[in-house]
């Protein structure tokens, strides 16, 4: 196991989407998609657990997002749809050792691993 590598990313209008990858490295249990901003503390907007089959999403991302699993790239994808000036951020994958959510929120506990963080910015 190593660390993990997003891939992806970009620049948007408003309206478009994007998609983001993270390379696992091996890491099989729950990947954690996080956003940071300037000047913004970090925020978890999803959380896949292949254990029990479910993702977890923050409500400012909830129907619009959706976190996947792709067993033949050993990647974990964030697609990002009806993108949003709000959604522009540094965007991190993460191993997580577990993940729930809790009062519209995605809640993390530990990371074993993190990647570098790739950005994405949305214009209006």
């Known amino acids: 196991k190593g660390q993990l590598v997003e891939s992806g990313g970009g620049s948007v209008q408003a309206g478009g989407a994007l998609r983001v990858s993270c390379a696992t490295s091996?890491?099989?249990?729950?990947i954690a998609w996080f956003r940071q901003a300037p000047g913004k503390e970090r925020q978890a907007v999803a959380c896949?657990?292949?254990?029990?089959?479910?993702?977890y999403y923050d409500d400012s991302v909830k129907g619009r997002f959706t976190s996947s699993q792709n067993n033949a790239e050993n990647t974990v994808d964030l697609q990002m749809n009806n993108l949003k000036p709000e959604d522009t951020a540094m965007y991190f994958c993460?191993?997580?050792?577990?993940?729930?959510?809790?009062?519209?929120?995605?809640?993390?506990?530990?990371?074993?691993?993190w990647g570098q963080g790739t950005q994405v910015t949305v214009s209006s």
């Open positions: 091996g890491y099989t249990y729950n």
């Open positions: 993460a191993a997580m050792r577990g993940c729930g959510y809790a009062q519209g929120k995605v809640v993390v506990g530990n990371a074993d691993a």
């Open positions: 896949l657990v292949p254990s029990g089959g479910l993702t």
